[in-house]
């Protein structure tokens, strides 16, 4: 876990820079694999209550296509500009709190700002929602599971409804 506490962030900010291994934050994507360290450059600045965080995180991902279901590997290249506000103490039991507006921003406890939650949080937020491993992917055939990239399979094409409608037409003629 990395974890800096506020006495130690110096007025001029503290650049760091580490490497996290991605087995160590539980990044739970499905169908995305993280298999290089996630490299972390950040610089932490002091702003009265609050933290600033700004800077990149680096890393790669393998997912998988959604057309041919093909194994990709996507650079990752995170910017990071975001801050750490003081954590609002527990309500007493029975009352509630709307969540805050800022969805972006994080909080730290006890004077130490843990790091692993931004990390773990922008890298998911980065993972692609629908991978493709190229714009024209022809996907597999829905009957045979031929990956049609590669070449073409003997299923008739699903009939096309437009041309049923003209079937129809000259059936009548
Ligand atoms: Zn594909
Ligand atoms: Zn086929």
């Keep these: ?10 007025d001029e900010g503290l650049p760091l820079s580490y490497s ?33 965080a700004t800077g990149r995180i680096k890393t790669s991902v393998t997912c998988e296509c959604v057309r041919c279901l093909s194994r990709l590997l996507v650079p990752l290249d995170i910017p990071v500009a975001t801050q750490f506000l003081p954590a609002l103490p527990p309500l007493p039991p029975g009352e509630y709190r709307m969540p805050p507006d800022a969805a972006e921003d994080y909080y730290y406890q006890d004077d130490v700002v843990v790091l692993d939650d931004l990390v773990r949080q922008e890298v998911i937020l980065a993972v692609p929602f629908r991978p493709q491993c190229r714009g024209d992917c022809r996907g597999l055939c829905p009957q045979c ?29």
């Design 1 to 10: 876990m990395t974890q800096i506490p506020i006495a130690e962030i110096p």
């Design 20 to 52: 996290e291994d991605p087995a160590e934050l539980d990044l739970a994507v499905p169908g995305a694999r993280f298999l290089q360290p996630i490299a972390v450059d950040l610089i932490l600045v002091k702003a009265a209550q609050a933290i600033s």
């Design 145 to 173: 599971g031929q990956d049609l990239n590669v070449g073409t399979c003997a299923c008739a094409p699903p009939p096309d409804p437009r041309w049923a409608v003209l079937r129809e037409y000259l059936k009548g003629k």
